[in-house]
Structure formats: C-alpha cells, structure tokens
C-alpha cells in the first residue's frame, strides 16, 4: 500500500498490511517483511539502467537508508513492526511490465545482479542500525 504521510488512518491499514506479509510503500521505496523474517527495502533507480554506475547504485541505496531511520524515528508503531526484522536494501528498475533486481549489499559490498555489466564495489562500515547490511 503506498502511503505519503504517517500517523494516518491509511499509515495504520499499511502497517497492519506489512505486518500480514503485504508490502507499505513510503517516498518511492517499498517494505515489507519476507516469511524469513527479514526486513526487504527496496528502492528504484533514479537512473536508466544503461547509466547506472557504483556511485547511483550507492546513493539510491543511501536514501533508502535514510527512509528508513526517518520511518523508524517518526512513526513509534513502524518501528516495533520492523524492530526485530534486520534490513535487507536492494536497487531494482521498473521498466513498466515488471520488476528487475540490479544490486544489493552483501557483507559491505555493492553487489550486481547477474548480466548486469556492473563489479562490485566496497561500501564504508556504520555505526547506525539502519546502516546498509546484508540481503
């Protein structure tokens, strides 16, 4: 369920939607809790695949994260959904009849998905517990 603005009515429906499996939407990034438990963040890219370079993957990836800690520090109920879900952050492209993943982080690293033409890359460790973390 997309939703533009928290602590609503339709904030509350999506919250009890993710925590039934279904995926909340939230300035262009999706989240929902898969069946193992895990928080997926998902972001769009802001650049046409054939432009995408380490450097966007990366800053998509960065806004994410940072969605995330707003959510987390804004809204007390999305925080106690997700609280116990680590966060798994992937870059994706909608190209209009579907959804490809490109990237992901693993273990610290900017990882391609397969065919993409992309290496990887080192990310810099955080102290935050929304940083970037493993798929």
């Keep these: 369920m997309d939703v533009?603005?928290?602590n609503t009515p339709k904030?509350?429906?999506?919250?009890e939607l993710?925590?039934?499996g279904k995926s909340l939407a939230f300035d262009g990034i999706d989240f929902w809790i898969d069946p193992s438990g895990v928080l997926r963040v998902s972001v769009n890219s802001s650049?046409?695949?054939a432009n995408i370079t380490d450097e966007t993957a990366l800053n998509d990836l960065e806004r994410a994260n940072n969605v995330?800690?707003?959510l987390n520090r804004e809204s007390s109920e999305f925080a106690q959904l997700?609280?116990?879900h680590p966060p798994s952050f992937c870059l994706s492209s909608d190209y209009g009849t579907g959804v490809i993943e490109l990237a992901r982080i693993v273990d610290g690293k900017l990882v391609w998905g397969k065919g993409s033409g992309q290496v990887s890359c080192e990310v810099?460790?955080?102290d935050d517990t929304n940083s970037l973390g493993p798929c």
């Excluded at 904030?11 to 919250?15: H, K, P, S």
């Design 82 to 84: 997700t609280r116990d």
């Design 68 to 70: 995330l800690s707003y």
């Design 11 to 15: 904030f509350n429906i999506a919250l």
């Design 4 to 6: 533009s603005e928290l």
């Design 47 to 49: 650049w046409q695949i």
């Design 124 to 126: 810099e460790d955080s």
């Design 18 to 20: 993710m925590h039934d």
